[in-house]
């Protein structure tokens, strides 16, 4: 096992399969600009992300997670599923979605291997929902292929960002709807992940805050961390009815258990969800590298990670910028990533 310079394990990889998306959700990808996205050949095929995962499983990623960009928006997702999920060391294969195009695929994802899905769901209110995702669509639809995952007999979670002034009144409504249908929701704080988002710390909601809301109405306690690691603080409600989760990632960041590595639809490994550079593997897969060579690179990048940036911001401190460091044919963003880019 490769451990980094905090002695963390790789245990997760994201993977984002496209940096396309059908919504235009203010808080990733605001709807005032106009975007350019990767062409299909840019894009890693199903082969060389499955081999490339492989390697990570060599080195001791279990969980794998699929996100874009809109993953289901990448054709025959299902394909790619079968292949990740043939790979001997994957315990936890998960996509997370906006649910969109939830419904219709759910059959053949669960039939190819998949065991979860995370649906994003900001608000149930239709005309907050369509301002939130800066698209014509009903938060009844993603409700419905939630229903759908669940009836092919996959594992739900809802995930909900909340935004001061936007949507942090209908926490409440949330978890009542979802404790209702037997499905945990996770509160996250509202990220300050790429540059175009206008973030500011007063539009975050604490998850102390959030925690404290649904409490006066759904009275809870904590309950204790099932794994090493794990991103959501969890609650349980006292009457028997489910649990929440709050992911405070900004007031109460947690880079010392951080397992996780990022891998980009062209091919870069990112260490952390707030570098400002990945580091190419595409150029090495076209141009004939062995497994040893990329098995190579991918622990030397581990081993040299030191990446806190949550833990450092919070702490008021400067935060570093790498930029300068990268070699011409790595995959430096002007700034920090932008989300629709590494998924999350
Ligand atoms: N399109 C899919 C979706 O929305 O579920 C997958 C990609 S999306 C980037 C992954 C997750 O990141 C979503 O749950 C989304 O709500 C969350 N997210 C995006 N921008 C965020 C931000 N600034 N702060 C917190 N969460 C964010
Ligand atoms: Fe698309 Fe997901 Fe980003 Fe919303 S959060 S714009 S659905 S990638
Ligand atoms: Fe991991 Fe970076 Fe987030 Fe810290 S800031 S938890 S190191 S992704």
Redesign the pocket.
């Known amino acids: 096992m490769i451990r980094d310079q905090f002695k963390r394990p790789l245990r997760d990889l994201r993977i984002s399969v496209t940096d396309r998306?059908n919504?235009r959700?203010g808080?990733?990808m605001p709807g005032d600009r106009t975007y350019r996205f990767l062409p299909r050949a840019e894009l890693l095929t199903f082969e060389e992300i499955a081999r490339l995962t492989r390697l990570f499983v060599h080195h001791g990623v279990r969980k794998l997670r699929l996100?874009?960009?809109?993953?289901l928006l990448r054709r025959d997702l299902h394909e790619l599923v079968a292949q990740l999920a043939a790979i001997d060391g994957v315990e936890d294969l998960a996509l997370?979605?906006?649910g969109s195009h939830l419904a219709r695929q759910a059959r053949a994802l669960k039939e190819a291997g998949l065991h979860r899905v995370?649906?994003?769901l900001?608000s149930l209110q239709s005309d907050r929902f369509q301002k939130l995702v800066g698209k014509t669509a009903d938060p009844g639809s993603v409700v419905a292929a939630i229903d759908a995952a669940l009836a092919v007999g996959l594992k739900v979670k809802v995930?909900t960002?909340v935004q001061k002034g936007v949507n942090d009144d209908e926490l409440v409504d949330l978890a009542g709807f979802f404790r209702g249908r037997g499905l945990e929701i996770r509160f996250?704080?509202?990220?300050d992940?790429?540059t175009l988002?206008g973030?500011k710390l007063d539009r975050v909601t604490t998850a102390e805050e959030i925690r404290d809301r649904i409490h006066q109405v759904f009275p809870n306690d904590p309950v204790p961390p099932r794994v090493a690691g794990e991103t959501a603080r969890r609650y349980r409600y006292r009457d028997g009815s489910g649990s929440f989760g709050v992911i405070a990632?900004v007031t109460q960041p947690f880079c010392g258990g951080c397992n996780r590595a990022r891998l980009s639809a062209r091919g870069s490994l990112f260490t952390c969800l707030f570098a400002t550079r990945g580091i190419d593997f595409r150029d090495m897969l076209r141009s004939g590298a062995s497994d040893d060579e990329l098995s190579e690179r991918l622990a030397a990048i581990w081993r040299g990670r030191d990446d806190r940036y949550s833990e450092l911001r919070a702490a008021g401190g400067p935060v570093p910028d790498r930029r300068r460091e990268a070699p011409s044919d790595d995959d430096v963003t002007s700034d920090k990533v932008e989300?629709?880019y590494i998924?999350?």
Not at 67 to 71: A, D, I, L, N, S
Not at 188 to 191: A, H, N, P
């Open positions: 998306c919504f959700c808080y990733c996100t874009g960009g809109e993953p997370t979605t906006n995370t649906v994003s900001d995930n960002v996250i704080e509202f990220m992940v790429g988002n973030w990632s989300m629709y998924g999350g």
